[in-house]
């Protein structure tokens, strides 16, 4: 079954008026998943969705490539993400403090834990508010030496 992004009745989708013929079908593989056809190529998609963003013309595509108007009010931290063995998704934010006996440096890592995928990938893209690491910092288990977490 293939599926039209512009009419039910139509198998294919004409993504740039007489240009190549860019179209979606079901996964021959997965079920439930699709796969965009463009410009020659076979694209495997998860999701309707996901296929029809690959399609030129359609709002899905204008919306994925579309100038997203990022505005830091704040700076933030750096951080690298990670999936637990349990599925977990967290970020690891590297901190520097100060040994209080001493005044040597020390480097501590903090695992903030995320709702899902989609926050742990903004995360790694714009980085963590302050706010967050404040947060993550109130339960002292969140933190330990460098290399703790992804070692």
Known sequence: MAINTTAQS???FNSNAGASMSYISESQTFQGAFTAHVDGQSIPCHNAAT?????VGTKEHAIVNS?????KSSPT????????????FYAV?????????????ILWDLRID???ESTLRAWMRDGVSHKTVLDGLMD???LRPS???AA
Request: proline residues 4%; aromatic residues 4%.
């Open 10 to 12: 139509q198998s294919s």
């Open 51 to 55: 296929a029809r963003a690959q399609i």
């Open 67 to 71: 100038k997203r108007s990022v505005t």
């Open 77 to 88: 931290l750096p951080c690298m993400g990670f999936v637990s063995p349990s599925g977990q």
């Open 93 to 105: 934010v590297a901190i520097q403090g100060i040994n209080h006996h001493d005044g040597s440096k």
């Open 114 to 116: 995320c709702a899902n």
């Open 140 to 142: 002292q288990s969140n």
């Open 147 to 149: 290399g703790g977490w």
